[in-house]
């Protein structure tokens, strides 16, 4: 089979939040398939996530109060 399936997910530093996808496609569609999984993970909250994520990241390593 010609066929490409990518899962993909997000998930909180405390793990309470997850974005998940399972985008499927043709394997020279590899980067349509990861366009559209990103596209759906940002609507399912994924961009809140990693906000959180990058603020957490940049508290322990001292660059914000």
Same mark, same amino acid.
Request: zero cysteines; aromatic letters at 0%; charged letters at 25%.
């Given at each position: 089979?010609?066929?490409?399936?990518?899962?993909?997910?997000?998930?909180?530093?405390?793990?309470? =939040?997850?974005? =998940?996808?399972?985008?499927?496609?043709?394997?020279?569609?590899?980067?349509?398939?990861?366009?559209?999984?990103?596209?759906?993970?940002?609507?399912?909250?994924?961009?809140?996530?990693?906000?959180?994520?990058?603020?957490?990241?940049?508290?322990?390593?001292?660059?914000?109060?």
């Amino acid at each position: 089979e010609n066929g490409l399936t990518l899962t993909a997910i997000v998930i909180s530093v405390d793990g309470a =939040r997850t974005a =998940r996808t399972e985008t499927r496609g043709l394997l020279t569609e590899g980067e349509l398939v990861g366009a559209r999984a990103a596209e759906q993970l940002l609507a399912h909250g994924a961009a809140d996530i990693l906000a959180d994520v990058d603020t957490a990241r940049a508290a322990v390593e001292g660059l914000q109060p």
